[in-house]
């Protein structure tokens, strides 16, 4: 029974475009990738679909501190950080990250964990206990969907970016603590959650701000500090959530607070404390990559970054223009190229992948129904030459509209 119904429900998404597949990837995280079947001679590709945005995730510092940390430390962590698990060199990198985000969260402490999924469910499970409420903005990635549909709290959803409908519902609600939830850069959107207004919101009426900076962290400031150094913020406010597996390139994540919510964290957050603490050698990895990533090579980089999305924009622009589709209002690396149905999405990145490009047709529910897209992320590796062909090739796809 199982087994049928569950063929029924594969057979209905395939009738809908919506079956996922994965590929598989032969070579290093790069944008020219060897991509085929595990027994099948691999066919290069050209990818716009990681986030690895500043082209650290080969980068050979990071992956020589990998193996030197798997040296010093071993493969495993042996266990979860409050048995024996916790490493000096997760607590190097703590410290570390504290002292990144100290300008902008007074009194700063930092908790690396494995995932950022995992760190959204401990922030909202830990916090957003019963008698609490969060506001969340409505294009909320996954995890942090999860996050609330696990914690004990009201959930409220606000509509995407709409400081007044969340200031009403604010206004509208007395007593408990209430926890605004929002993702920093939407990560199918590219645009940024305005987040001054957000903070000028939560101390009118007493709230607090729990942002996720997956695609922020490394990319943007002058530092690389991420969304609060972009905008100039500062606030005891602030419960900053950033990813390491994105342009910090490695992997885990890590939560930026005032003291004593870190502490609140680590005593009762579960998916912290009943899980095994990733290996050190990845926190050591980690200590290379933050050394990176605030240098001059990190600031080269971001420049490189920021030049190929001016490019891109540029061309895509026009192209979307004569094809009908939406280029999404995005200054980041993500930049989505709305098309609408799922199979005209599907058709378009199977156009791109027969020229040898890859992008990833991202269709419901990850977005909603009629907003299928080409999600085209870009990287610090990438080349202008690279953009170029991309362009070039989407330019070969547009639909040829009538003539009016
Ligand atoms: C990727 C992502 C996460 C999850 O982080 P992982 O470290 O990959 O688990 C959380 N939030 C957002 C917005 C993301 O894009």
Sequence with gaps: ????????????????????????????????????????????????????????????????????????????????????????AHAQLEQELARWLAPHIPQAQALYFCTGYMANLAVLTSLGTAGATLFCEALNHASLIDGARLARADVQRYPHGDLAALDAQLAAHTGGLKLIVTDSV??????????????????????????????GFGALGENGRGVLEHLGLRSERLIYIGTLGKAAGVAGAFVAAHATIIEHLVNTARPYIYTTAAPPAVAHALLTSLTIIAGE?????????????????????????????????????IQPLIVGDNAAALA?????????????????????????????????????????????????????????
């Design 186 to 215: 939407f990560s199918m959107d590219g645009d940024i959650a305005p987040l001054a207004g957000l903070l000028a919101l939560a101390e009118r009426h007493d709230a607090w701000i729990i942002v996720d900076d997956a695609h």
């Design 1 to 88: 029974m199982l087994l049928e119904q569950l063929t029924r429900a594969a057979a209905d998404r395939e009738a809908q475009a919506l079956t996922r597949r994965r590929r598989i990837a032969h070579t290093a995280c790069a944008p020219h990738q060897s991509v085929g079947a595990i027994d099948a001679r691999p066919v290069p590709l050209l990818t716009f679909s990681s986030n690895d945005y500043l082209g650290l995730a080969n980068h050979p510092a990071i992956a020589e501190a990998l193996a030197d940390g798997a040296r010093r430390y071993g493969a495993g962590s042996g266990a979860s950080h409050l048995v024996s698990g916790h490493s000096i």
């Design 297 to 333: 090579e990190g600031r080269q980089r971001r420049a490189q970054l920021g030049g190929l999305i001016a490019t891109l924009r540029d061309g895509l622009g026009r192209l979307a223009a004569q094809a009908g589709w939406t280029l999404g209002e995005s200054d980041t690396a």
């Design 348 to 404: 378009l990145s199977a156009a791109l992948e027969a020229e040898g490009i890859r992008v990833g047709a991202i269709r419901p529910p990850t977005v909603p129904a009629g907003t299928a897209r080409l999600r085209i992320t870009l990287s610090a590796s990438h080349t202008a030459q690279d953009v170029q062909r991309l362009l070039d090739a989407i330019a070969r796809a547009v639909p040829h509209r009538e003539a009016a």
